[in-house]
């Protein structure tokens, strides 16, 4: 939290080599006497209010390696003469106000010879082409970044130079052509993003070669012809955006092929033809989006096998049929979208059996029969079912009532439920019993089973970039509280999911354990009213953070003591209901309980439906049968605690 401007006396440190003044609240311009030190290697100053031209005496510092300088006021050129910086690694303008007419300093890096990582995206004030010198840059560079900077023209064939290139960030920018063939040489590639640009044409089957490649990006952009089959054989591949282009053709079989696919987004093109008859292979698939093309066949039944799905969309489409029964088994699904397409049949009443579906839409398709009245269906508007003239239910989702018939003859009405539906009822009622209590045994052991393994699959994979890009650079707009260990700010993902990213404060004493245990709980549990972990993103000594799954009407505390929240004797009953389902589970629900050790009403969250969920578990607690006796010291919070719920 330091603020003002830099003491001119630090200048006067002639043998100085690290310059560290990064994520504070310092203002004013860069000295030109920075230039003096000599001897300096590496200068941060990432996230502050500096302002003015970047120094131009900042060259003479020729042993320096680091310069990272984002999230800052800067206004004025990027200088051309940062090339005399021969021994330079890492530089990092993104997210200033720089500029460069015509992108000249990118010719004059191609003399730094040992560059890793150039960012200078997000600066708009930068315009002009490419040049072709890209491929003249160090052979050594892994990260390309340079998203939302007005650049125009082909992207350089010279890309195919750099060897050693990790990923390529050049989204939301205006590039038009083709993307270049060469790209499919670079072996050690990991991430493409050219989404929101002007490209067209064929994806090159040259890409087919990044055995490494894990995100492709080419959303929103003008590139057609059919998805190239070879695709399938990325195996590393994770996130695949393809959406709004104009792509025909089918949905190559051979993308099933791709078993760990997290999301999948084909929507708005002009595919047809069947779906995957082998959709059930994407076992880890949690997001699936192919709306508004022209595909025509019925749902596979493999759908069942999506467990992790959250959301599922295939409106505006052909689709015909009827609806799976199946579709009850996607527990995680959240979202779910099937308007505007021929499917016929009843809504099954399986679908009351999801938990999470808070959005349905079955509207104008060729539906028939009672809308179920379980489950979610009672949040539903009209919205869902319109469209479906066959269909009936309640008054106000804007259908006709559903008809019954009546027995004429009273006589024979008693008759048959005194000798014909009590037996009945009374066996199946048994029989359900026996059934439920089997089921809850088997669901016991079976969930017993899956926390001692999780698969590694089931989890995002995401970036220090991507929560960096997603937090707006963990802006103080996004911070929505702290805690012991680290800061929790909130964050959209490029797949526009919330996220809370918890980002752990790693000069404290007790932050690398404390990550290391809220690591090893979240992944041993998994229940309604815990705090559900999307990811982690680690390196050994830099960055730690968890990304938790949002709660959108935040803690427990806010609403207990401010007075512009209020719980009724309701809500406060069914708060409590639900922490102690979650300690229930903790304690008695797990192979190895887990102690809380810090329940406090700021560590209980509250989702849109206000359903609470435990979160913090930074000094919980695993008890083995051996240490069970060892962990009785005092650990939790120390001085007042908040009183309880009522």
């Known amino acids: 939290m330091l603020s003002g401007r830099i003491p001119m006396s630090l200048f006067k440190c002639k043998k100085l080599q690290m310059f560290s003044l990064s994520y504070n609240q310092l203002e004013g311009s860069l000295p030109v006497e920075i230039g003096n030190l000599s001897m300096l290697q590496r200068v941060y100053i990432a996230r502050n209010h500096f302002e003015g031209e970047i120094p131009r005496h900042i060259v003479n510092l020729t042993l320096l390696s680091v310069l990272d300088f984002p999230d800052n006021n800067f206004t004025g050129t990027i200088p051309d003469t940062l090339g005399n910086l021969r021994n330079l690694k890492r530089l990092n303008l993104e997210t200033t106000n720089l500029s460069s007419s015509g992108m000249s300093f990118l010719s004059s890096l191609t003399n730094c010879r040992g560059l890793e990582v150039l960012c200078f995206g997000d600066n708009p004030l930068i315009s002009g082409k490419l040049p072709g010198s890209i491929g003249n840059l160090s052979s050594s560079l892994q990260k390309f970044y340079g998203p939302a900077c007005n650049i125009r023209g082909s992207i350089p064939s010279g890309f195919g130079n750099l060897s050693r290139l990790i990923s390529i960030y050049l989204s939301h920018n205006k590039l038009t052509g083709m993307i270049p063939t060469t790209i499919g040489g670079l072996k050690e590639l990991q991430k493409i993003s050219f989404h929101h640009n002007k490209l067209d044409g064929p994806i090159p089957s040259d890409l087919c070669h990044l055995k490494k490649l894990a995100f492709l990006f080419l959303s929103s952009n003008k590139l057609s012809g059919p998805i190239p089959a070879c695709l399938g054989g990325l195996i590393a591949l994770r996130s695949l955006y393809l959406d709004s282009n104009m792509f025909s053709s089918t949905i190559p079989s051979t993308l099933t092929r791709i078993s760990d696919l997290l999301i999948l987004n084909l929507s708005s093109n002009s595919l047809s033809g069947p779906l995957p008859i082998d959709i059930g292979k994407w076992k880890v698939l949690t997001s699936m989006d192919l709306s508004n093309n022209q595909l025509s066949s019925d749902i596979p039944i493999g759908v069942a096998d999506l467990q992790d799905v ?301 359903v609470a969920h435990l979160g913090d578990f930074g000094i919980a607690k695993l008890l083995c049968k051996e240490d069970s006796m060892i962990h009785t010291m005092t650990m939790a919070t120390i001085g007042y605690v908040a009183p309880g719920l009522v």
């Not at 295939?314 to 049929?321: A, E, F, K, V």
């Not at 404290?508 to 690591?519: M, T």
């Open 310 to 610: 959250t959301y599922f969309s295939l409106s505006n489409n052909r689709i015909r049929g009827s609806i799976p029964e199946s579709f009850g088994n996607l527990l995680s699904l959240e979202f779910l979208d099937l308007s505007r397409n021929n499917l016929s049949g009843q809504i099954p009443k399986s679908f009351e059996k999801l938990p999470y579906l808070k959005y349905f839409n079955v509207s104008f398709n060729r539906l028939q029969g009672e809308i179920p009245k379980g489950g979610s269906f009672g949040n539903y508007s009209f919205e869902s079912f319109k469209g479906n003239e066959a269909l009936c239910g309640a008054a106000q989702l804007h259908v006709p009532s559903c008809k019954t018939r009546r027995l004429r003859n009273s006589k024979v009405r008693t008759k048959l439920i005194i000798f014909v539906a009590l037996p009945i009822a009374s066996a199946v009622l048994v029989v359900s019993l026996i059934i439920i209590i089997l089921r809850r045994r088997k669901r016991k052991d079976r969930s017993t089973a899956q926390e001692d393994l999780t698969p590694l699959g089931t989890w995002r994979r995401i970036s220090y970039h991507d929560l960096h890009q997603a937090t707006n650079g963990f802006s103080d707009r996004r911070f929505l509280g702290t805690g012991s260990y680290g800061s929790v700010y909130q964050g959209t993902l490029l797949d526009g999911m919330e996220v809370a990213v918890k980002v752990f404060k790693l000069e404290l004493e007790g932050a690398f354990k404390s990550f290391d245990v809220e690591c090893e709980v979240l992944r041993n549990i998994r229940h309604r009213n815990l705090i559900k972990i999307i990811s982690s993103c680690s390196n050994d000594l830099d960055f730690k953070a968890l990304v938790l799954e949002f709660m959108p009407n935040g803690s427990l505390d806010k609403w207990l003591y401010f007075n512009n929240h209020f719980l009724d004797i309701l809500q406060r009953l069914n708060i409590m209901i639900d922490v102690a389902s979650a300690l229930e589970y903790l304690h008695h629900g797990n192979a190895t309980p887990v102690v809380h050790c810090d329940l406090k009403p700021s560590n209980v969250l509250l989702d849109e439906d206000m």
